[in-house]
Each structure stands twice: as structure tokens, then as C-alpha cells.
């Protein structure tokens, strides 16, 4: 039953991502893609369930598929890629010219005019003081003006400079964007922006705060993650049939995993607002099976304006998430019975967890339940410890420094977008390495695999972060590292765990 919810849960995933990203630059149909994606998975669940008592998965089983799924993927997507005067009209910016970094903001630009006259361009260049930056030349792309030239000041310093002659000259008709080239040349791209008052008359209004389908979607969620408190508490579903009281067992379980995820949306939601970034309201998404949730989620519609930004938006959700976990956890251990390890240890297994398979939780578990839990000795997590190991699992996930993660956010922040691309594929690489020692991990590392490596840059994405940020990011990626890690057995020996 696991594996048929994992691999659901999956392919839930492996859709809506390529949907989201990759519908928009090829003719292939969506499903098509989908299903040459799940190659893999559909091989490794069916190889399970017909052999259910073996659990070593010959190689050849593993890597083939692994290999000829990217190949079938790509070959997809070029066969029906669209052409380049097609794509100019998609929503997506892309410079493709020779030692241009790509620009990747979502904005809907096909109703927007890009040009200006011969005025403007004199002045244009006029924003640029010889001090500051020196221009060089000027590229017409179909939707986005490039100013390229040389930094001669402190990045801090030259994009508020420029943004500031530019907007004197253009008003808010332009997004004014700050990036660099694969080699590391600092450039300036105007692109329309659709968030200006003329733009906003002629693109349809969409609108981001839609309380009532929050309220609702929270509602159901309440719903399904008391059903699955109830039954975590040992209550049958013919039971609440009889007794519909006892669903109130289930509160622990949902007012916890619910006030996680909660804290964790609303703490990115918050920071978004600080910024003045459009962003929609959390959103659960309730499922009538499993945890009872897949979780929530916010979208944000407009530009990060700076790496700053980006680095605040991204930690705030993972820490506010934490700062909660860790009492909700505390409180649930301490309900929770010590009972013999199983001969088979799965991580949701919640009737007999094994607590060292991560550093942090096994600590965590030694200091609430102390001298009960020694070792060989396994947890019957109540079900508040249940949504508080839920946390630390997500917390983990979503520190993964990768993509759009908030962990690949976090380190585009800190390092650039450049360095954060190959920060990303070596986590890749290791969570696989770690996925064939821990089965466990499978599923993270598929979907590693698929997620899109890169993300979105900031409009000002050259300014570095202080020192402040930069120390907190690496004691959330500490952080991560110590909800992975196993505990080491000397450390095992030194507790009697």
C-alpha cells in the first residue's frame, strides 16, 4: 500500500512540474512526456509488487531504465519543440544569443509593444554614467532590450544608480533586470513590464487573494487529517462509522501537521509581503488517504527584486516550519512508547520507527524519552510525534539545495545562480548514491531528477548578500545535513541508543 501511495504521489508531482515548465517550449503532449518520465518508477514499483520478499532490485533493473528515460524525455520534447518565431510568443523569456544567460521570468509579455524610438535610445544610454557602468552596446531582442558593458562600481551601487536614470527616462513601462553572462559579465535587460498601469489595462486582471478557496481547501484539509489522526490513534473507519466521536482523537494529528505546514506558508507569504512581491494566499491540498495532505503551497506572480529577497522568502518558510516542529515534536515523544524494533525499518513506519536514522530526530528522542529508549529499541510515535516527524521530513525536503526548492533558493542567494546550478546537480548525485544504500530515498532522488535545476534569477541577481545571510544559510544547509545523517555509532554506543 506504501509503494502505490509514493508512486501516486509521484506521478502527482512529476506532472504538474512538467506542465508548469516544460509544456510552454514543446508540442509533445504533456502525458507523453509524463510517461517517458515515469519509466523508472513504473518499472521499480511493478518489479516490487511481483516480487514483494525480495528486497535487492537486480542492477540492470536500476540503471537502464535510469539511463533511457532522460534520452526517451529529451528526444520528446526536441521532436516537437517549438519553433523559435513560435516560442517568442510563449510566456517564458529566453535570450538566446551567444554568451547570453537566459532570463526566466514568467510574465505574460505577447500584448506588450517592445520598442522605442531614436530619443529614447540617446537617452537611454545617458542612464549609464561612464563611472558606474560603462556601456558598451546596445541588443534588440524580441522581448528584452540588453545594455551590455563593463562594472565600474560596487554591484550595490550601480543598480540602484541605473534603475533610477532608467526609470527617470522610461517611468515604469520597463522591468529593469541585473544579471550575468555564463562568464561572469555583469549586464543590464529591459524587459515591458506587466505589472504597470498601461499593461494592467490591456492583460487581463488576475486576481491573487482568493480567501474563500484558502478557507475552504483549509476546511477539507482539517477534515482528512483528522480522519487520519483518528485512525494513527488506532481508531477503525467501521468505528467512526458507529462512534463519529471518536474522530476527535484525530485533533492532535491535524491541528499539529496543519499549524507546520501552516507556519511554513504563511512565514514565506509574510516575507513576500515585506517585499512587496505578488503572491497568492497558502493553499492545503487535501487528499482523503495517506497523511491526510500533500501539503501547501503559495505562488509567487511577480520578480524577486534581489537576491536578498530570494534568500529571506526562501529561509523564512523552512525555519518557521522548524520552530514549530521542534515543540509539536517534543510534546508528541513524550506521549509516545517504546516497543521492539521490527525486522524490517521503514521510515514511515509510525508503530515501530527506528529513531537513528537521522541525527537530530534520534537526539531529539533521547532527550524527552530518556533511559526508556535504548538500544534496539524502537518508538510507537503518537500521533502529534507523528505530524512532528512529518515536519522534520519536510523541512529536510525542502533544504534540499536544488532547483526551486527553498534550499535552491537558498543557495542561488548565497552563491549565484551559476555556482547554485552545479550545487544542485552534485545534491543529485548524491541523494542517488544515498537512494542505493537507503531505499528509503528513492523516491526523493526521483524526484530530484526531474525537478528543473535551475531557478529563476532576481531582477537585481548581482548583488551578493551580506555576511549575516550568508552564516544563516550554512546553518540551514547544517540543518539539513543533520536531519539526513545517520547517527554515527559511536554516538550510538555513547547514548545506549
Not at 6 to 15: A, E, Q, T
Request: proline share 8%.
Amino acid at each position: 500500500m506504501d509503494l502505490i501511495i509514493l508512486f501516486l504521489l509521484l506521478s502527482f508531482i512529476s506532472y504538474m512540474v512538467i506542465k508548469r515548465n516544460v509544456s510552454k517550449i514543446t508540442t509533445t503532449p504533456t502525458w507523453l512526456l509524463w510517461l517517458s518520465l515515469m519509466i523508472p518508477p513504473l518499472i521499480w514499483a511493478g518489479w516490487y509488487l511481483i516480487n514483494p520478499s525480495q528486497n535487492s532490485m537486480p542492477p540492470i533493473l536500476i540503471f537502464i531504465p535510469l539511463l533511457l528515460s532522460p534520452i526517451i524525455y529529451v528526444w520528446l520534447i526536441e521532436i516537437g519543440k517549438i519553433p523559435q518565431k513560435e516560442s517568442n510568443h510563449q510566456s517564458t523569456i529566453s535570450l538566446e544569443k551567444s554568451e547570453k544567460k537566459p532570463i526566466e521570468e514568467e510574465l505574460t509579455l505577447q500584448k506588450l509593444p517592445l520598442s522605442i524610438n531614436p530619443q529614447e535610445e540617446k537617452a537611454l544610454r545617458d542612464c549609464f554614467p561612464w563611472g558606474i557602468y560603462y556601456l558598451q552596446k546596445i541588443d534588440y531582442l524580441p522581448q528584452a532590450i540588453l545594455c551590455m558593458g563593463k562594472l565600474m562600481s560596487a554591484p550595490e551601487k550601480a543598480y540602484p544608480t541605473v534603475k533610477s536614470n532608467l526609470e527617470k527616462v522610461f517611468q515604469d513601462r520597463f522591468l529593469i533586470i541585473f544579471q550575468e553572462t555564463l562568464q561572469g559579465q555583469p549586464f543590464f535587460a529591459l524587459v515591458p513590464n506587466p505589472y504597470s498601469p498601461t499593461a494592467q489595462q490591456k492583460l487581463p486582471q488576475e486576481k491573487l487573494t482568493r480567501p474563500d478557496i484558502a478557507l475552504i481547501l483549509l476546511l477539507f484539509t482539517f477534515i482528512t487529517t483528522t480522519i487520519v489522526g483518528a485512525q494513527l490513534s488506532g481508531v477503525e473507519v467501521s468505528e467512526l462509522e458507529t462512534n463519529p466521536l471518536l474522530i476527535l482523537q484525530g485533533l492532535p494529528y491535524s491541528l499539529s501537521l496543519i499549524l507546520i505546514l501552516g507556519i511554513h506558508e504563511l512565514s514565506h507569504y509574510l516575507f513576500a509581503v515585506y517585499y512587496q512581491i505578488r503572491t497568492t494566499l497558502p493553499y492545503f491540498i487535501p487528499i482523503p488517504f495517506f497523511l491526510g495532505t500533500f501539503g501547501a503551497f503559495i505562488s509567487i506572480k511577480s520578480p524577486m527584486p534581489n537576491r536578498k529577497a530570494v534568500f529571506d522568502v526562501a529561509i523564512a518558510g523552512p525555519l518557521g516550519g522548524f520552530l514549530v516542529t521542534i515543540p509539536v515534536l517534543i510534546w508528541g515523544l513524550a506521549y509516545s512508547q517504546i516497543v521492539n524494533m521490527p525486522e524490517q525499518i521503514n521510515m514511515l513506519n509510525f508503530e515501530a520507527l527506528d529513531p537513528r536514522f537521522s541525527f537530530l530526530f534520534a537526539i531529539i528522542s533521547k532527550f524527552v524519552l530518556g533511559s526508556k529508549l535504548i538500544a534496539d529499541k524502537a518508538i510507537a510515535l503518537h500521533p502529534a510525534a507523528v505530524a512532528g516527524y512529518i515536519g522534520l521530513i519536510i523541512t529536510a525536503l525542502n533544504l534540499m539545495p536544488v532547483g526551486q526548492l527553498d534550499g535552491g533558493h537558498i543557495v542561488h542567494a548565497m552563491f549565484g545562480q551559476k555556482k547554485a546550478l552545479i550545487i544542485g546537480q552534485i545534491t543529485r548525485i548524491l541523494v542517488i548514491m544515498l537512494a542505493l544504500i537507503r531505499g528509503e530515498f528513492l523516491l526523493w532522488a526521483i524526484i530530484l531528477i526531474f525537478m528543473p535545476v535551475t531557478d529563476q534569477p532576481a531582477l537585481n541577481d548581482v548583488t551578493e548578500l551580506d555576511n549575516k545571510r550568508d552564516f544563516l544559510g550554512l546553518l540551514a544547509l547544517l540543518l539539513l545535513i543533520m536531519i539526513l545523517l545517520p547517527l554515527p555509532s559511536t554516538v550510538q554506543s555513547w547514548l545506549n541508543i
